[in-house]
């Protein structure tokens, strides 16, 4: 008890932690947590985008659609190496679910997770068109810049790296959407369905932060792995959100 007290305190300072060997039970179970729930969202965003690859209307959409597929499948095979560090069978996990398959579009999951699938309950959601894949986009890659800087500063020093490392891929994938959204808003056309895809997604993106006064979070920022709370990432995100669309008349 002593020992482990001693690593919480270490923690809670700012401590890192630099090998599998040197870490505490719950600690690991908080850490898997994260990075599962990193993966499997990765993994069902890059599948939803390989679908949403037809949709695109000329060349330069149908490359950001490809990119985008293809470097969140990436960035999920990076953070399920450190897993397997864990003693994780990669190979396994990785073909555990259907990462394209998606409930009907009326759906309303909350915050809740399907059982044994990690992903941000966003990624259950069907894209119906390339408007509602920019609009997508656009609003889950802001969420990801706010979560991303979360996620840099996570106590495990080899996934903090990884983390770093893939953060600017992902804020190029929010500002192809922006762009992409810009050139949609030019017609009156495909501004009205830009708004009726911001009214689906953004609740269901808002979701994604989980619940205030979360206890989960207070234990995690115990261990360093998280550090900001739930109901301040949504303001940023949301403060965000309402910049980059007011930019666009939306």
């Given at each position: 008890m002593s020992d482990t007290m001693n690593i919480e305190d270490y923690l809670a300072q700012g401590g890192v932690l630099t090998a599998p060997g040197n870490v505490p039970a719950r600690y690991r179970g908080e850490l898997m947590r994260l990075m599962s729930s990193f993966v499997d969202s990765e993994l069902a965003?890059?599948?939803g985008f390989a679908a949403s690859i037809n949709f695109a209307p000329g060349i330069k959409e149908r490359i950001a659609a490809s990119r985008i597929t293809l470097e969140k499948a990436d960035h999920a095979?990076?953070?399920l190496?450190?897993?397997?560090d864990f003693g994780t069978d990669t190979r396994r996990y990785q073909s555990q679910h259907d990462w394209a398959a998606r409930v009907d579009r009326d759906s309303d999951l909350g915050t809740t997770r399907r059982e044994g699938d990690m992903r941000l309950s966003v990624f259950h959601y069907p894209i119906t068109g390339w408007i509602d894949a920019v609009v997508m986009n656009v609003?889950?890659?802001l969420a990801t810049?706010?979560?991303m800087a979360e996620l840099t500063r996570v106590s495990y020093a080899p996934l903090a790296e990884v983390f770093r490392n893939i953060a600017p891929r992902e804020a190029r994938h929010a500002e192809l959407g922006r762009e992409g959204l810009a050139r949609i808003v030019e017609t009156d056309e495909g501004r009205a369905e830009a708004q009726?895809?911001?009214a689906y997604w953004r609740p269901r993106v808002a979701a994604g932060f989980?619940?205030?006064?979360?206890a989960r979070h207070d234990t995690q920022a115990r261990f360093g792995i998280r550090r900001t709370p739930n109901e301040t990432l949504l303001a940023r995100w949301e403060?965000?959100?309402n910049e980059h669309l007011a930019a666009l008349g939306l």
């Open positions: 965003a890059s599948a095979e990076r953070v190496a450190v897993m397997g609003l889950q890659g810049g706010v979560q009726q895809s911001i989980g619940v205030a006064n979360s403060k965000l959100t």
